[in-house]
């Protein structure tokens, strides 16, 4: 592969990181100040606020290690190690990722059908679903991917060894 396209897969997962990043920083702690108020004037939903508030802090930690991966990914590939263990590695710990990412946001499920049902939204539910299956297809390809990989890499070994 040709590292041009591999640098330019290295600045969209760069990419993809800045505005999840901006979104922590400035999104999030003013979500988190209008619930605070919301409860100093007695509202009991700011609390199912702050249940989705910490699912999307703590889905960020598997997130960005799964950019990671996917960065060591592309470096295996202009290294010419695409075909090694690493690269297997690197995609089983992209699909973990994935995976705990779609469970955090099936545990925040409930809130957001609270909210949902509170704001008189059912299309909320719908959105709140959203990312359990991008982060399950996600996972399903990482794990597709994963598969071949191995068994290539178990192809060349083994003719390898017929050589």
Known sequence: MKRGSTIFLKLAVILMGIPVLAMCIFLLP?????????????????????????VMYISIIPFYFALYQSFNLLSYIDKSQAFSDLSVRALKKIKTCAIIISSLYILALPFVFIMAEVDDAP??????????????????????????????????EENDLIV
Not at 125 to 148: E, K, N, W
Not at 149 to 154: G, N, P, W
């Open 30 to 54: 003013q979500i988190a100040g209008e619930a605070n108020e919301a409860i100093e004037k007695g509202s009991e939903l700011a609390y199912v606020v702050y249940g989705l508030l910490m």
């Open 123 to 156: 299309g909320l539910a719908v959105v709140g679903m959203v990312p359990i299956f991008a982060s399950l297809v996600i996972a399903v390809f990482a794990a597709v991917l994963q598969r071949l990989l191995k068994e290539a890499i178990d192809i060349k």
